[in-house]
């Protein structure tokens, strides 16, 4: 008896710290009308010390075509519930752009606001950036340019091998890059565990003639192609630019293992890589807080010989994750209070 009373009183403690009411801004406005180049997260962060805490707070119209998007020149408006709680919604729709003229309607509706800057996540929302260790290796690769070329830009053509008559007629071609590897923190006898490799993303290109090899024209470059690179069919899936952002569904205990451009501090709106994905539940929009490990120094006071102490983690920054693959994710660095460095820890942010 007196166990299942422990265990309804612990229930009741994290439920009430599960749906705590998120914590506004001291500043914040009790209106705001969204301006061309605001994002969510800025919006968010207007209202609220914890901007990943805004579904918590959002009010949607069902009735309202698309309710979560919001658009230049809406009005929010914060209000508050019967138990006191904030709620923010849209009080005034913007009005779309109407343009008339002899035999000609036109109405256009600004696009609504993304969540994130896009700028720096652009070009990576619908290219690969993690593969299996066999996917590249057993993918169709370049054999020689074109013209006796080492190598090739937009406009030249490649030949190519193990390229199947029957497949996409499309493809994008990218270079094996690192391996990304699961970071331990205490050491261990085992093998470090391969997360995956990173696809160094090359070009576009078409098929001009099939066979073996066949023919293939590059249409778009962002680096120079080469014998060895390889190719994946090309993913014309429309990927969302809109998500929301929102804390872990479960505890999340990781570490940054890369950086894209591989500079050694990472700031903000900066890419990394993490070493967790679906199978430990991320997915798209989860925040996270980052940060910087402790190290263990020698204590010169103790009167123990050789005794030493590991300092406390500090917390150094929020990143929120874009892309998810298996077993690692891509994440925009949101803000960083200091540089972080690969290897800090990412872990659940705290509940404000």
């Known amino acids: 008896m007196l166990a ?11 439920a009430n710290f599960a749906f705590a009411a998120p914590t506004l801004n001291p500043d914040h406005p009790d209106r705001y009308t969204v301006v061309k180049g605001d994002t969510l997260w800025d919006i968010a962060g207007r209202f609220l010390k914890s901007p990943w805490r805004w579904p918590d707070v959002w009010h949607v119209n069902p009735q309202v075509k698309n309710p979560h998007l919001i658009y230049p020149g809406d009005e929010l408006v914060l209000t508050y519930d019967a138990n006191g709680n904030p709620v923010i919604s849209i009080g005034k729709r913007a009005r779309p752009n109407v343009k008339l003229s ?10 609504a606001i993304p969540t994130i800057p896009l700028d720096a996540i652009q070009q990576f929302l619908s290219k690969p950036l993690a593969v299996g260790e066999q996917e590249l290796e057993k993918a169709p690769y370049v054999v020689q340019v074109a013209e006796e070329h080492v190598v090739a830009g937009a406009g030249d053509r490649l030949y190519v091998r193990n ?3 029957e497949g996409k007629a499309k493809y994008s071609i990218f270079r094996p890059g690192i391996k990304y590897i699961k970071h331990h923190t205490k050491k261990t006898d085992e ?8 696809a160094v993303y090359v070009g576009e290109t078409t098929v001009a003639q099939f066979g073996d090899p066949a023919t293939l024209l590059l249409t778009s470059t962002e680096r120079e192609a080469h014998a060895g690179d390889r190719l ?5 899936d429309d990927i969302s630019e809109h998500f929301m952002p929102h804390a872990p569904r479960t505890d999340v205990d990781a570490s940054i293992i890369s950086v894209v451009d591989g500079v050694v501090q990472i700031g903000q709106n900066q890419l990394v890589v993490v070493d967790a994905g679906s199978r430990e539940k991320i997915d798209v929009g989860t925040v996270l807080a980052v940060y910087t490990r402790g190290e263990t120094v020698l204590d010169n006071i103790s009167p123990e010989r050789g005794d030493t102490v590991k300092l406390p983690d500090e917390r150094a920054g ?3 994750i874009f892309r998810v693959f298996e077993k690692v994710s891509f994440a925009l660095v949101m803000d960083a209070t200091r540089p972080l ?5 990412v872990r659940n942010p705290p509940e404000l």
């Open 318 to 320: 929020t990143l929120m």
């Open 232 to 236: 994946l069919p090309l993913d014309e």
């Open 191 to 198: 093998d470090p565990e391969v997360l995956g490799y990173e």
């Open 163 to 165: 390229l199947k008559e």
């Open 341 to 345: 460095h690969v290897f800090d820890a």
């Open 102 to 111: 002899p035999g000609l309607r036109k109405t256009r509706l600004d696009r």
């Open 4 to 14: 299942r009373k422990i265990l309804v009183l612990l229930l009741l403690t994290f």
